[in-house]
């Protein structure tokens, strides 16, 4: 996967699709998947692991999606697990979640 996928318009948004590090992302995990409970529960075991990837939708210098892709292994076979897939309220039904998606299977098909 590029370092970034360059400006993509979902539904009048300008985003940019990037791999950051993971505490750029986090912020926005805590909030749409782990909202209520402490800011630590949205770092997940693996995070910090030098296989994983972490993408996010960029707009302006806002994290408003993001995607952890871990390297884990499934029936004795190397399998991409996704993770903490989240967009923010007010960027969902825009495309942002579907442009995600591409970025880390782009990945996966680089690194198989």
Sequence with gaps: MSEDRGRKTANGFAVRIERVPVDRIIDLRHIVLRQGMPREAAIFDGDHDPTAVHVAAIAGDAVVGCATLHLSRWED???WQLRGMAV??????????GELVR???EHVDTET
């Design 77 to 79: 076979q190397p399998a």
């Design 88 to 97: 923010a309220e007010g960027y969902r039904d825009s495309g942002i979640g």
């Design 103 to 105: 970025a880390v299977l």
